[in-house]
């Protein structure tokens, strides 16, 4: 089975842009949750989604925003892109919105901000 | 990470045994992990304790959990060259919403 898969793998974009990175979950998995890692760091938490709802929220300004669809596929959306908006973001899912066996991560969109 | 602290590297010899610690602070966490990364990799989950949970073996991964001081370790028995990575300890919070928040990690060097 395939794994959590997100694209692109890499992009660049210019200051005031805005991006949409895209995330599918393993098959059977219904919550989504979306990380920026930047370099040296540990992954911040952006969003969780179960079921097409957000479940829970990270201290991120509302330029941040994502969606679920009904296939439990996800959008991370992020406006007026600001030079500290690079980073890797990373999308996780896992079968239950508790985290109870973890999450299991993509590879990540390395995201350049110019 | 938001409040959860590790030490920033280890350096171990192949064959000893690495324990990594980390500090949470957030008494109402139900579930802890450890994460490891590879260079260019994305995260991959290791192992998880349930907040009742003193202790989990698992093969060479042996997880500590003592709830009374929010701190947990990882110990990997006989490390490998190929255990070489950075590990992330996490928490799931609950209150207030889901949320995973990781630790900085620590990277581990493991001399042949």
């Known amino acids: 089975d395939a794994g959590v898969t997100q694209s692109p793998t890499h992009l660049i974009k210019t200051r005031g842009q805005h991006v949409t990175l895209r995330c599918s979950p393993i098959?059977?998995?219904?919550?989504v949750s979306w990380y920026q890692q930047v370099l040296g760091q540990g992954p911040q938490f952006i969003f969780q989604y179960y079921e097409k709802e957000e479940r829970g929220r990270g201290n991120f300004p509302d330029r941040f925003s994502a969606r679920q669809f009904p296939n439990y596929s996800s959008e991370l959306n992020v406006n007026a892109l600001l030079l500290g908006d690079s980073a890797l973001y990373l999308c996780?899912?896992?079968?239950?919105?508790?985290?109870?066996?973890?999450?299991?991560f993509g590879q990540g969109t390395r995201l350049t901000v110019v | 990470g938001e409040d959860v602290e590790q030490s920033l590297f280890l350096s171990v010899r192949e064959g000893d045994s690495s324990v990594i610690n980390c500090t949470y602070t957030d008494s109402s966490s139900t579930y802890l992990y450890w994460y490891k990364q590879e260079p260019g990799a994305g995260l991959q989950l290791l192992t998880y304790i349930f907040s009742n949970m003193d202790m989990k073996q698992d093969q060479r991964l042996t997880v500590l959990l003592n709830k009374k001081d929010k701190h947990l370790s990882l110990r990997i028995a006989d490390t490998q060259t190929g255990d070489s990575a950075i590990y992330f300890c996490?928490?799931?919070?609950?209150?207030?919403?889901?949320?995973?928040?990781f630790g900085a990690g620590t990277r581990l060097f493991v001399k042949a």
């Open positions: 996780a899912s896992s079968m239950d919105p508790q985290g109870a066996s973890g999450a299991f």
């Open positions: 996490a928490e799931r919070r609950g209150a207030g919403g889901f949320k995973t928040i």
């Open positions: 098959s059977g998995h219904k919550s």
